[in-house]
Structures are given as C-alpha cells and as structure tokens.
C-alpha cells in the first residue's frame, strides 16, 4: 500500500534523473523532478517567479540581439541590447536615450553582427565589461556616464599568446630587425590563420655577453640604453660617488618583443 509524506521544502530545487533512487541522500527530501516557473526560498518553499513588463521594442524586428545585464552599483543598473552591429542600453526600466538628439536611443557600434551575439562572452569590472568571441578581436565597453559609453577592440601594452610551444622546432629570423622580417622554420608549422598573428621569440645570450658603459671624472651619463631580456646583473668598478637610476621603458620593450626579433641563441616560440 503506498504511503503518502509531506514534503515541507522544496529549496533543494530540481534534482537530477540520477537522482531518483538516493532515498539516502539528505537534499532528496527537500529537491522535486520539475520546478518550472517558480522560485525556490531559502526557508524552504517557493513562489511564482515575477512577471514581465514591456518597455519597449528591440532596434530590429527581424533580427536576432540579446539582453545583457551591467550592474552599476546598488542604484543603478542596465540592461545592454546587443544585436546586429550595434549595442543600445536601458536603465531602470527607461532605454537611454542619446543626449546629443533626446529622441533617438543612444547607441554604439559593435563588431557583432546578429548570427555570433549569442556566442558572444562577458565579464564585467566595476565600470568596464570585456567581451569576446572567437571570430572577432577582444572588445571592451568602458561606462563613462549614464548617456556616455564607449566601445572598441582592447589595446594590448602586449598582445595575447597562446602557451609557449614544447615541441623541439628551431626558428630563425632573416634579419636583426625592421618592419618585414622572414621566419623560417626547422619544421613545417605555419599555417594560414598565422598571416597577421604575432609571434614572440625568446633567447638566450651567448655566454659572456655584457654591455660597458664607462664613465670618466667628472662625467655624466644621462641615458644609456641597454636591450635586457629575461635576468640580468649590474656591477660597478672602481670608486666614484654618483647616482644610478634603472628605469624600464615598458613600450620600447614590447615594440622590441615585437618586431626585433634576435639572431643569436636557442629558440622558443609562441604564437597567437
């Protein structure tokens, strides 16, 4: 004869198939098969979830966009329409609209047309979201007022790169440097979605290579410039009484990690 229990929560919410013969298990009491349109409460029922309202029309009817939510702070918040090349905002329950023409919403442009919104990835950071998507280039939305938002691809101080490759492939440059230096490879690893990528060399020195910077009485040197990659040493000879100051200039080393690429050494690449 089947026996009937009253179960008094539900806040374990939907349980799995898998779950179906764990009698044993604490949350089997407290989970069901289907909560659809309902809302579990921490003390143990549930309620209908909220309704919607209707606030207004996307920008295109026949095209696909999306709703993205930015949270502000605790006061403000917006809910990003992202569709077909372009990104619209509303807030609390108002679309934003563009304060240089009050009747029209506020947009930007966006590299996203309607077929890749839905694989477009987010995460916001106080006032700035990211986004990206594998076809296109590292985007960044920055809130700079509530009427006001800028969007453009990220500028990296240094480009992103996929993991340091462990296979055994030599690499040489054609040149010490310029803008069109050639690579030729041990082995046959390049590939079309390489034409525009960069790549970054790392070497290691000849042993006893050092650079001197002498300096007589009474003398100043006010800038000398030395191209150091990875560890390094500093040694000062004789006596003299002065003021060393070590300074990195971060853009020329990147630029340098760019596009002068080293003759002399062991090779490792990575690519992105």
Same mark, same amino acid.
Do not use: Q
């Given at each position: 004869m089947p026996v009937s229990q009253l179960l008094s929560s539900f806040n374990a919410g939907e349980l799995s198939p898998y779950m179906d013969a764990?009698?044993?298990v604490e949350k089997y009491t407290s989970g069901c098969?289907?909560?659809?349109?309902?809302?579990?409460l921490p003390y143990g029922g549930v309620q209908r979830r909220p309704g919607t309202e209707y606030l207004g029309r996307a920008k295109y009817g026949d095209r696909r966009c999306r709703l993205i939510g930015f949270n502000f702070s605790t006061t403000t918040r917006f809910v990003i329409e992202m569709g077909d090349l372009y990104l619209r905002f509303?807030?609390?329950g108002v679309q934003v609209m563009d304060p240089a023409n009050p009747t029209e919403p506020l947009e930007v442009a966006s590299p996203y047309p309607d077929g890749h919104v839905r694989q477009v990835q987010y995460i916001q950071i106080n006032d700035v979201m990211y986004f990206c998507h594998p076809s296109h280039p590292p985007q960044k939305?920055?809130?700079?007022?509530d009427d006001d938002w800028e969007f453009g691809a990220v500028e990296w101080d240094w480009p992103p790169l996929l993991d340091e490759n462990i296979e055994n492939i030599t690499i040489n440059p054609g040149s010490l440097g310029g803008s069109s230096v050639a690579l030729g490879a041990s082995a046959p690893i390049f590939h079309a979605n390489h034409v525009?990528?960069?790549?970054?060399?790392?070497?290691?020195l000849n042993s006893g290579a050092w650079t001197e910077v002498a300096m007589t009485g009474g003398s100043t040197? &006010?800038?000398?410039?030395? &191209?150091?990659?990875?560890?390094?040493?500093?040694?000062?000879?004789?006596?003299?009484?002065?003021?060393?100051?070590v300074e990195e200039d971060r853009e020329k080393r990147a630029n340098l990690l760019a596009s002068h690429l080293r003759s002399s050494g062991d090779y490792r690449t990575g690519h992105s």
């Open positions: 764990r009698s044993d098969r289907t909560l659809e349109n309902f809302i579990t509303w807030s609390n939305l920055i809130r700079k007022a525009g990528a960069y790549w970054a060399i790392g070497y290691r040197v &006010s800038s000398a410039e030395i &191209s150091v990659f990875g560890t390094w040493e500093f040694t000062t000879y004789g006596t003299w009484v002065g003021v060393v100051v």
